[in-house]
C-alpha cells in the first residue's frame, strides 16, 4: 500500500504489525531492499502490512519523520513504533523488530 499524506500513514500504522519503507525510484539501495521485501518477508509473513512511501512523491511525510537517508524503514506494531533502520537491513532485523522470532 501507498502512502501520500500523514492521514493516510497514520491509518495504515494504527492497527497490526506494519513494515513501513521511506524510499525514491532513482535509490539502487532502496531497490534491492524493495526486491529484498517482497521475496523475503511477504511471503514468510503475509500478516505484515507493507506501507511504501516514495520521498519524492510525499516530501512533507519525510520531513515529518525526519528521513535523511533511504532506505528508511520503520517497524510499528498495534499504532506504536517498534523500530528504524536505515539502509539496506536484513529481513530477520525487520521480523525481530515486530516480535515475529
Known sequence: MEVKT???FNEAVKSGKVLVDFWATWCGPCMMMGEQIEAELVPAHPEVKI???NVDEAPELAVEFGIMSI????TYDGGVKKGEFVGVTPIKSLVASLGLI
Open 6 to 8: 500523514l492521514e493516510e
Open 71 to 74: 532506505p528508511a524503514l520503520f
Open 51 to 53: 506501507v511504501k512511501v
